[in-house]
C-alpha cells in the first residue's frame, strides 16, 4: 500500500503537482493526465529521484527514513529511457541483477519474455526507441520489487509486446506487487485484467482518485 500525504513539488518556484493526501491500496493503478500534467515528476519523485515537500510511505516504510531499502523495492521504468551510450544491454542487466539481486533464472526469463537476448550484446547507443524501451522494461521488474513504476510502458511498443507487458505486471500482481502506469493508450483493449484498474487523473495540478 502506498501512501502521499502533503505532497507538493514545485520547479522554480511554480507548482507542478499538490497531493493533499492520497492512498494507493488496489494492486493496479493508472494514472491518467495529459501532456505536461505531471505523471513522470510525480514517478520521479516516488522513485525517489527528486527532492519534493511531503511524505510517501510504501507498505509501513517511510521514503526518506529507509531510502536504501526504498531503492530496492521501488523499480521504474522511464518513459523516454536514456542509457550510457556505451554500455551494451548485457551489461545494464548485469549491474541491474547485481543491484536488485535477482537470479539468473528470473532475468534470463524476462530477457526472452520480452525478445531482447538477439540484441543484447549490442551497445545501447545503436538501439532504436523500440529496443530501448524493451531494456528498460526488462530492468524494471528485476529482483524482488514491491512496487513497480511504469512511465508510459505501452509507446513506442508494437501490439505483441503491449500485451506481453500487460501480462508480465499481471504476474507481478498475482504475486503481491504493486504497479503504478501511465499510459495515454486504452489498457483494457490489451489486458482484460487492466478492466478493474483503480484510476487517478491529474488535472489542474492536483491528483483525483476516480
Ligand atoms: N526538470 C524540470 N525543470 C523545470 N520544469 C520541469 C522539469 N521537469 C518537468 N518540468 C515541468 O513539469 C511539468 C510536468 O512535467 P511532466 O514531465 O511531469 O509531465 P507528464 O505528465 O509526464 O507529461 P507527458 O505526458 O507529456 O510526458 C511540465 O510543465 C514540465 O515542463
Redesign the pocket.
Known amino acids: 500500500m502506498l501512501q502521499i500525504e502533503g505532497y507538493h513539488?514545485a520547479?522554480?518556484g511554480?507548482t507542478?503537482?499538490r497531493i493533499p493526501a492520497v492512498t494507493f491500496d488496489q494492486p493496479r493503478t493508472w494514472i491518467k493526465?495529459?501532456?505536461?500534467?505531471?505523471?513522470?515528476?510525480?514517478?520521479?519523485s516516488l522513485a525517489a529521484l527528486?527532492p519534493f515537500e511531503g511524505t510517501i510511505t510504501l507498505n509501513g516504510k517511510e521514503m526518506r527514513k529507509h531510502l536504501q531499502h526504498w531503492r530496492s523495492v521501488v523499480n521504474y521504468a522511464e518513459?523516454?529511457p536514456i542509457f550510457p551510450a556505451f554500455l551494451t544491454g548485457e551489461d545494464l542487466i548485469r549491474w541491474y541483477q547485481q543491484t536488485k539481486r535477482g537470479t539468473p533464472e528470473q532475468v534470463n526469463k524476462l530477457i526472452d519474455t520480452l525478445g531482447v537476448r538477439k540484441y543484447m550484446h549490442q551497445k545501447v547507443g545503436g538501439y532504436s526507441s523500440g529496443m530501448a524501451k524493451k531494456l528498460s522494461l526488462v530492468l524494471a521488474f528485476i529482483g524482488c520489487p514491491e512496487l513497480i513504476l511504469l512511465?508510459?510502458p505501452l509507446a513506442t511498443l508494437d501490439v505483441e509486446a503491449q500485451a506481453i507487458i500487460l501480462a508480465l505486471t499481471d504476474e507481478y500482481v498475482q504475486q503481491g506487487v504493486q504497479v503504478i502506469l501511465?499510459s495515454?493508450q486504452g489498457l483494457a483493449a490489451v489486458s482484460e485484467q487492466w478492466q478493474y484498474v483503480h484510476t487517478c487523473l491529474?488535472a489542474d495540478k492536483n491528483l483525483t482518485q476516480l
Not at 493526465?33 to 520521479?44: E, Q
Open positions: 513539488k520547479y522554480h511554480q507542478i503537482l493526465g495529459g501532456n505536461g500534467a505531471g505523471k513522470s515528476t510525480l514517478f520521479k527528486i518513459a523516454e512511465d508510459e501511465t495515454h491529474i
